[in-house]
């Protein structure tokens, strides 16, 4: 895989800090709490005192809500964020149904049914979550959930992407950055790349891709 | 043959299942389960030849026929004589099981009906599992009507999905879990209330999934009458009455006495040739204009007499056309390359005179919206006004003459002129389009279709041409048989569906050809002099009015007494009226 010819970045000089400032950033983002502190320590950079204490209750939402147990990242969170899902609907919505997604699961139609009725349906005066809704009541249409058409709900692709939203939220909520700075460079790699191919065409670099990368 | 044939029902006496009968009788809606079994076992078998095909053509089935018969007494309302047809013709309506199955539907009984369903002949897997399908829709539905929406769900997961068919439906079914709303979309709101009827309705759904041997659809008996009756409609050359005219006892046939051909009344009233007359677009006025220099409007009573409401002076030159505006509460009359006016109708007052210093105007129309007006200009321009005489546009693309002819269509979108001697334009303004049409003759005027499909065109050699203006005009037709040689003539379209082209004459007759076809239907005498215009009363199809040199209009109508005759049976005019459906 063609890349630019690594001579070229010769030319370009990184500050140290920099660099620790990203990977601190990246650490602090996936609440990496312990690896963060032993980092902080090596390398004698300095942060707020209080940084370390949220970053461990963010862990757990973070796991619960990816485990699938909605009400206990609720919980927590609203402790930690109050206010935070109030402004946040849909993803308040996106927690409760994990929710009810877990109790299909565990095949406890009755109580699914009850808890969509009072915690779910409120939701479906807004028009943008009707659709969302009858999604996800589909699934008590079907004795096996994970065989019907909606079947992606179940999946813990989904899962993985609603914790990632409640994790930014969070950050959010504090003030704090909503992504990695690592993220957000290999993203703006990309674009950038993209953007040139798309004007040189074949004259320009190749879209980034960065196992390429990584490889060289 | 002596087998059963594949389009009966499958009820044939032959069929009667002995264990079925004796369980399902109870259910017979019939009161004399006796009769029931004995009857039909009683008679011959229907698939011993002649029986089996009535009617002279020899292409109805008995069994359908009757089967049809009844279902339409049974729609009516007539439960007794429905039963009573089906008992003494022994030819069944339904099945039984095709009626135990109908009954469990409209009692409710939905297991037991499911099992039935099973039973019916003639149904193949995809309809026996739509129909499945229906029916524990209407189940779910009356769970969720009555609260029970446990059940319902379950019944949704073990019954309904597992048919597999209609995802679509059953994620809308889902949402109707939570959601009245959703409930009230799909039609549902009520069920509880109204379970008789949607049970019904459920049943015409079932009617119409399967296949007619089984359940006969509804109003099948209407439908083939009324396709009938179009039929007749279509084939009728002279129509020209109202569908309240169609019988069932007779063939409907239009004899040529539809048509207008005694003149019922003559009106005097100006002092010259009258040039040119037209009806309103509500067929409640007629507005003439004459030599004279003056319009006169006539008021055209509930009963068909026309009197005299206003006469309208004020023109120095003859007034060589009128324009009604759409609504018909304004009047425009263009005087002879002098000036246009607008008059009010009820009033009869002038509220505008429109005129070109040192030109003359030569022609008149209306914008569709009532707002604007055309008039054709001495000098070749077609002239676009506002209703207060302001000029809003002026173009060249008339040939100057003593009269050239505009006209707009109803969309507003086309505007036909005479561009040439020989052609006239139709120029979409905005689009920058136009479409000719071109003759080999010399055109005098030419006269617009009620819906802009049509154009009669008039020709100096005494042919009438019509032309579809639709997309690229065409020519359609060609009528002949009037005299024309010196005069400005005109003619129009009328009657029923403008199924027949009328024209003035110099030979003072009023000359009336079949559109479609062509021939020549009528020429009628009356007029002193040349006739040089026509209106057909768009509301009225039996009324048309002529303008004559002989300074008189003539109103026609229907000839009264041949009426009469036609209806004690006599001939008409040539055309013998039957009943069973032999045309001439």
């Known amino acids: 895989m063609m890349d630019l010819d690594p001579r070229h970045y010769e030319h370009v000089t990184i500050n140290d800090g920099d660099i620790r400032n990203i990977v601190q950033s990246y650490l602090v983002h996936n609440c990496f709490n312990e690896t963060a502190e032993s980092f902080l320590a090596c390398t004698g950079m300095k942060q707020p005192v209080d940084y370390l204490a949220d970053m461990d209750k963010r862990k757990s939402i973070f796991r619960f809500a990816l485990e699938g147990n909605a009400l206990k990242a609720i919980e927590l969170t609203e402790q930690l964020a109050p206010n935070l899902l109030e402004d946040n609907k849909d993803l308040h919505f996106d927690l409760l149904s994990l929710h009810f997604v877990n109790l299909i699961c565990s095949r406890k139609c009755t109580e699914a049914l009850e808890f969509a009725q009072t915690k779910l349906t409120p939701f479906g005066k807004v028009h943008k979550y009707v659709e969302k809704l009858e999604d996800f009541m589909a699934l008590l249409a079907y004795e096996e959930p994970e065989k019907s058409p909606m079947f992606h709900l179940l999946s813990p692709d989904h899962r993985q992407n609603v914790a990632d939203c409640l994790n930014r939220a969070i950050l959010a909520h504090a003030n704090l950055p909503c992504y990695s700075s690592m993220e957000r460079l290999i993203q703006q790699a990309t674009v950038v790349r993209q953007c040139l191919h798309q004007e040189l065409g074949k004259d320009g670099p190749p879209p980034f891709s960065l196992k390429g990368f990584l490889k060289n | ?398 040939r100057a003459t003593r009269t050239s002819d505009i006209a707009v269509t109803k969309d507003g979108k086309w505007i036909i002129s005479m561009c040439r001697e020989t052609a006239i334009s139709l120029l979409d303004r905005e689009a920058k389009r136009e479409h000719l049409i071109e003759e080999e003759q010399t055109i005098t005027t030419f006269s617009l279709s009620k819906h802009d499909k049509f154009l009669l065109v008039n020709l100096l050699n005494q042919e009438i041409h019509l032309w579809s203006i639709v997309g690229e005009p065409m020519l359609i037709a060609k009528y002949k048989g009037h005299k024309r040689s010196r005069l400005v003539i005109r003619s129009c379209f009328g009657g029923y569906e403008q199924a027949f082209v009328a024209s003035g004459s110099e030979d003072s007759q009023v000359y009336i050809w079949h559109r479609a076809g062509g021939d020549l239907i009528r020429a009628l005498p009356g007029h002193a002099g040349a006739v040089n215009c026509v209106s057909w009363n768009p509301s009225n199809h039996h009324m048309l009015a002529s303008a004559s040199d002989d300074h008189t209009i003539r109103v026609w109508g229907l000839n009264r007494v041949n009426l009469k005759r036609k209806d004690a049976g006599y001939h008409c005019n040539g055309v013998v009226h039957q009943c069973n459906g032999n045309r001439k």
């Open chain 2, 1 to 398: 043959m002596g087998g059963v044939d594949d389009n009966e029902p499958p009820l044939k006496r032959v069929r009667v299942p002995t264990v079925e009968s004796g369980s399902l009788l109870k259910n017979s809606p019939f009161s004399e389960p006796v009769i029931s079994l004995g009857g039909p076992m009683a008679r011959p078998l229907a698939s011993e030849g002649k029986e089996d095909i009535i009617g002279s053509k020899g292409v109805i089935k008995k069994v359908e026929f009757v089967r049809i018969i009844t279902k339409a007494l049974y729609s009516l309302g007539y439960e007794r004589s429905g039963a009573a047809l089906e008992d003494e013709s022994g030819i069944y309506l339904h099945s039984s099981v095709v009626n135990l199955f109908r009954k469990q539907v409209l009692d409710g009984y939905w297991d037991e009906s499911l099992v039935t369903l099973r039973k019916i002949d003639h149904l193949d897997e995809n309809i026996l599992k739509s129909a499945s399908f229906l029916i524990l829709e209407q189940k779910f539905f009356e769970l969720l009507g009555k609260n029970r929406i446990i059940d319902a769900v379950k019944m949704l997961r073990s019954e309904i999905t597992p048919l597999g068919i209609k995802r679509e439906r059953v994620h809308e079914l889902s949402g109707c879990i939570v959601s009245s709303s959703k409930l009230a979309l799909l039609g549902f709101a009520n069920v509880g209330t109204e379970t008789a009827n949607s049970r019904m309705k459920l049943l015409e759904e079932l009617q119409k999934l399967f296949p007619p041997t089984v359940m006969i659809p509804e109003r099948r008996l209407e439908h083939l009458v009324e396709q009938a009756l179009n039929v007749q409609r279509d084939a009728c050359y002279f129509h020209n009455s109202l569908d309240s005219t169609l019988s069932l006892y007779t063939d409907h046939q239009c004899g040529k006495e539809q048509i207008p051909s005694q003149t019922t009344q003559v009106l005097f009233g100006h002092h010259d040739e009258v040039w040119f007359l037209q009806f309103s677009n509500n067929g409640k006025y007629l507005a003439s204009s004459s030599s004279d220099g003056s319009v006169i409007i006539w008021e055209v009573h509930e009963d068909g007499r026309i009197s005299l409401k206003h006469k309208l002076t004020g023109h120095d030159k003859p007034v060589i056309m009128v324009a009604w505006r759409p609504d018909d509460c304004q009047l425009l009359s263009c005087g002879m390359e002098e000036v246009v006016r607008r008059w009010d109708v009820i009033s009869g007052e002038c509220l505008h005179v429109y005129e070109k210093s040192g030109l003359g105007l030569i022609s008149c129309a209306w914008f569709p919206d009532g707002k604007q007006l055309l008039c054709g200009v001495t000098d070749q321009n077609i002239s676009l006004w506002d209703l207060d005489g302001k000029e809003l546009e002026s173009w060249k693309g008339l």
